[in-house]
C-alpha cells in the first residue's frame, strides 16, 4: 500500500502546479462550434430568468458544480473551506478532491469537513474507482460519504494519468461489475467521473448497467493531467513520457452527446475546459444538468471565500444573460433550446 505521507505530497504537488503552471491539454472543449441563436425580441424580463432546479432532492440557484479538486492537506483545508462557504452563500453544488487520503489516515478527515460550512448544499463524496481493486469495499466508499455527510458519492476513473505516474495504480480490469456492487449497496446516489479526457460511447454503455445515476464526463479541453504529471516528473524519459498525451482524450461537447445518445436516461454533469457562464449555458442546452469548473475557483479560493462568491456570482450573471438573450426563461426551456454548429 502506497505510504500516506506519499498521497499528502502528491496533492500538495497537484495544487502548485495547477496554480503555477501551464497545465492545458492541446485541446478544445468543442464548444466554440456550438453558439445561440440570438432573440432580439426574447419576450423576457431579465430579472425573472430562473435558473433554479431540483437536483437529488436539494434546491439549486444555478446551474453550477465546483468541481473535485483536493483534500489531504492543511493547505486543501483552507480551500475546501472557502470552496464550501462560497457555495452554500450562492446556493451551487460542490464536489470533494478525493478522499483516499482520510481513508488511509483519518487524522486527515477534517480536511473534507465542510459541512459544516456548507449546510445546505448539494455536496459529493469522492473516491477513485480502481481502488476498488486494490482493497476498497463498500465500507470505504461508506466512510467517505460520512465523514463528509454527503449527497452522494463520486468515483472517479483516470486511467491515463494513473498510467503515468511513477506510483500509479493500473490495474482497472473488471471495474464495472465493482462499481454496480457499489451502487447496489450504497444508500446515497453514485456518479462516475473522469478527471479530463472524457466518456466514449462504450464506456458509456458500460456504466449504464451498473446502476449509477449519472456521468460527470468532465471532457478534454480544460486542465490534463498528463501535463500536470509531466510537472511532477523526476526524469526526463517521464517527462517525455507525459508531454506526449497533451492532445489526448474525448472533447467536453463531444462527451455530452455521447452520453445523449447512448444512456439519455442518466443525469449529465459537463465539466473539462468551462471557463464562463456561456459555456455553462450551451452544456445545459446540450443535455447537461450541471456545469462544473475547477481552475477559476481552485485560483479564487487560493484567495478568499469572498473571491470564490464574486467567481461564481460572475458566472451565474452569464448564464442568466446567456438565456435571456436566447430566449430562454427557465433551465428546462434552454434545454429545448437549440444550438446552432459551425
Known sequence: MEKVTQIESRKADHIRINLEEQVNSGLTTGLEKFSFEHRALPELNLDQVNLQQTLFGKTL?????????????????????????????????????SQRAAIENPAL???????????????????????????????????AVDMAKADGLVLHLNALQEALQPEGDVNFSGLAKKIARICKLLPVPVMVKEVGWGFSEADIRLLRETGVAGIDVAGAGGTSWSQVEMHRATSEADRRLASAFINWGIPTSEA???????????????????????????????????????????????????????????????????????????????????????
Open 109 to 143: 478527515e477534517s480536511t473534507f469537513d465542510v459541512r459544516k460550512y456548507a449546510p445546505d448544499i448539494l455536496l459529493f463524496a469522492n473516491l477513485g474507482a480502481v481502488q476498488l481493486n486494490y482493497s476498497y469495499g463498500i465500507d470505504q466508499c461508506l466512510r
Open 61 to 97: 440557484q444555478a446551474p453550477l458544480l465546483i468541481s473535485s479538486m483536493t483534500g489531504g492537506t492543511p493547505e486543501a483545508a483552507q480551500i475546501n473551506r472557502y470552496l464550501a462557504e462560497a457555495a452554500q452563500e450562492a446556493g451551487i453544488a460542490m464536489g470533494l478532491g
Open 256 to 342: 455530452i452527446l455521447n452520453v445523449r445518445r447512448v444512456a439519455p436516461e442518466l443525469i449529465v454533469f459537463a465539466s473539462g475546459g468551462l471557463r464562463n457562464g456561456l459555456d455553462v449555458a450551451k452544456c445545459i442546452a446540450l443535455g447537461a444538468s450541471l456545469g462544473g469548473l475547477a481552475g477559476p475557483f481552485l485560483k479564487a479560493a487560493n484567495e478568499s471565500s469572498s473571491k470564490v462568491l464574486e467567481t461564481i456570482l460572475a458566472i451565474k450573471k452569464e448564464i442568466q444573460i446567456c438565456m435571456f438573450a436566447a430566449g430562454a426563461g427557465n433551465l428546462d426551456q434552454l434545454r429545448q433550446t437549440r444550438l446552432k454548429q459551425r
